[in-house]
């Protein structure tokens, strides 16, 4: 099984994101999730599967659950530890997805 830090750099370069809105289809949020040290692979993970997917949909959360790969059965094992992991499992049990917007970096910073 590859490694989330192995799977991270293929992924396309998210630096240019402050960060991601995901918003329930209700229009509600339903988190955030900031370019930062601790969740900058995660906006790395969002980016990728928006671009690819549109949203964050049931196929969209199931990838994007191989991505995180080891950190998956982490969130399984501890709920909360992990929280955009434990999002992609509740999209998937609920059925629900999640519409995303991508909030850029201004100029400078």
């Keep these: 099984m590859k490694k989330f830090r192995d799977i991270l750099p293929t992924l396309e370069n998210a630096d240019h994101i402050q960060r991601i809105e995901l918003f329930n289809p209700d229009g509600s949020r339903a988190g955030r999730i900031e370019n930062k040290p601790g969740s900058a692979g995660s906006v790395r993970v969002y980016h990728h599967l928006w671009k690819k997917h549109g949203a964050i949909?049931?196929?969209a959360a199931k990838e994007g659950l191989?991505?995180?790969?080891?950190?998956?059965?982490?969130?399984?094992?501890?709920?909360?530890?992990?929280?955009?992991?434990?999002?992609?499992?509740?999209?998937?049990?609920?059925?629900?997805?999640?519409?995303?917007?991508?909030?850029?970096?201004?100029?400078?910073?």
């Design 57 to 59: 949909t049931v196929e």
């Design 66 to 109: 191989k991505i995180y790969a080891e950190h998956t059965e982490d969130a399984e094992n501890n709920p909360e530890k992990h929280p955009n992991i434990d999002r992609l499992f509740e999209v998937i049990d609920m059925k629900k997805p999640l519409s995303v917007t991508l909030i850029e970096m201004e100029n400078g910073n």
